[in-house]
């Protein structure tokens, strides 16, 4: 399976590891008065898509960089891949 | 008072150099080597004269060289300067960035071709899962090798050096070792 990294181009896949749902870049406030059952949500509540999913992938043996990768669980398709920093930024800037 | 040598990463008193045919494997144990990154707002530094390379490339200057290891981060080499304290001078020429000594981390090896690039080519295209096309001259990148993470730099088109932890030198000359007796022997 080969990664389409956006600054590196197509890599292997054995040089990344997964980590998860992309969702966890969404760290709930734990100031908001509601942050318990936010947090309980966040850690223990993932989606099981079959279908397009969006996941945290690391290139451990690579630049290091975190990615989030949009990958369908069916036929293992990579659809496509963005650094996660500039996807997190791009959030903060929009406000969501 | 105990009298202190110093050993290579493979454990000598002397770096280890081996010949395969065209190739010829040395351990670069000379390699003064630091990292460099950019902190939040920060200005892209031009130590000791060198434009840093852009993303998956290496560049050399007088004495020192840098190659790309990730978004605003390069690794600085210093040849001949390994006994020197070369991450104070790089600081000094790098205001405002995070720069960590790196030298006894890692281990170098140079693998040199004396019949040209055909054979250097040949014995990356086993060792690691990288397009060839993407590891000509001036090229840099991090990647794994026997399942150990290493930086192949593209020194010229007869000249490779890889640097991987200095815990696993062992290994990876043995890798290489390996890959390049087989290649010699196909050949003769």
Redesign the interface.
């Known amino acids: 399976m080969l990664m389409p990294h956006p600054l590196l181009g197509l890599r292997d896949a054995r040089e990344f590891s997964y980590l998860g749902d992309a969702r966890l870049l969404d760290r709930p406030d734990p100031n908001a008065p509601d942050a318990e059952a936010a947090f309980c949500d966040y850690v223990f509540l993932r989606d099981n898509p079959a279908g397009v999913h969006r996941e945290l992938w690391f290139h451990e043996q690579g630049d290091r960089s975190w990615l989030v990768v949009t990958r369908d669980t069916v036929t293992h398709e990579v659809l496509g891949a963005e650094l996660a920093r500039d996807v997190a930024l791009a959030r903060k800037g929009s406000g969501a | 008072m105990s009298e202190l040598r110093p050993i290579t990463a493979l454990g000598a008193a002397q770096p280890r150099l081996a010949s395969f045919g065209a190739l010829e494997i040395r351990e670069n144990a000379d390699l003064a080597l630091a990292s460099l990154a950019l902190r939040f707002g920060t200005r892209e530094p031009t130590p000791f004269g060198l434009t840093l390379p852009r ?2 490339r290496w560049v050399a200057g007088e004495g020192v060289a840098a190659l ?4 605003g981060q390069w690794m600085i080499e210093a040849q001949g300067r390994v006994e020197l304290d070369f991450t104070a001078e790089l600081k000094q020429v790098a205001p405002g960035c995070s720069v960590t000594e790196q030298t006894d981390g890692w281990v170098a090896f140079e693998i040199i071709s004396r019949a040209g690039s055909m054979p250097l080519e040949s014995l990356l295209s086993k060792l690691v ?3 060839p096309a ?1 590891l000509g001259p001036g090229r840099a ?4 090798l026997d399942h150990m ?1 290493c930086f192949v730099i593209r020194r010229g088109a007869a000249h490779v050096a890889l640097l991987a932890a200095r815990s696993s030198a062992g290994s990876l000359w043995h890798s290489l070792e390996t890959a390049a007796k087989r290649q010699e022997e196909k050949v003769t």
């Not at chain 2, 790309?68 to 978004?71: Q, S």
């Open positions: 993303t998956g790309w290891t990730g978004p899962n990288i397009d993407d990148t991090r990647t794994g993470s």
